[in-house]
């Protein structure tokens, strides 16, 4: 078995407590738009096909069920980019640069612009029903990527264990 070693110095500050939390609070807003979006789905396509009995009847209708979605990514992207900007001051405390085109920052600032779009579309642009609940669907998975996929699949600054 592997000893337990005291963390690395970049990860000994009281940056830690800050950032990530705040992160975690953007990631579990996500996740909760992402729940929200697929039942939105399910009701979408139930209402279509003119069904009024099940599981499903127990929520409320898509447009509502929408409105939750938006609100949990409106709570959620406010904590993203704080957290990113937390991140990038506490990048600078550690390595001396603000941003270093890491994979998790990359992948971080990909899920930024993706619910900057889904606010934008909804916003600005009027988008409703199926669309915007994929979108918010596929901002997850991007999100779930950045979280997960880059510690497994893609090695930077935030690479600090393995799997193996």
């Not at 990530?20 to 609070?25: D, T």
């Not at 979408?44 to 990514?73: D, H, N």
């Not at 991140?87 to 971080?108: I, L």
Request: net charge positive; hydrophobic share 50%; aromatic share 18%.
């Amino acid at each position: 078995a592997d000893a337990i070693t005291p963390l690395v110095p970049a990860l000994q500050s009281y940056w830690m407590q800050i950032h990530v939390p705040v992160m975690f609070v953007s990631y579990s807003a996500f996740a909760v738009s992402c729940g929200i979006a697929i039942v939105t789905l399910l009701k979408i396509r139930g209402e279509e096909r003119g069904q009024t009995a099940g599981v499903l009847s127990q929520f409320p209708e898509s447009r509502r069920l929408e409105g939750v979605t938006y609100r949990a990514i409106a709570i959620g992207f406010p904590f993203l980019t704080l957290g990113i900007i937390l991140g990038a001051v506490w990048a600078n405390e550690a390595w001396g640069g603000w941003w270093s085109w890491d994979p998790k920052e990359t992948w971080s600032l990909i899920i930024w612009f993706i619910y900057a779009g889904f606010l934008h579309a909804r916003i600005t642009h009027g988008w409703h029903g199926r669309r915007l609940a994929w979108f918010a669907v596929v901002g997850f998975l991007f999100t779930l990527f950045c979280y997960i996929g880059v510690n497994m699949f893609l090695s930077g600054l935030h690479s600090y264990g393995s799997l193996g």
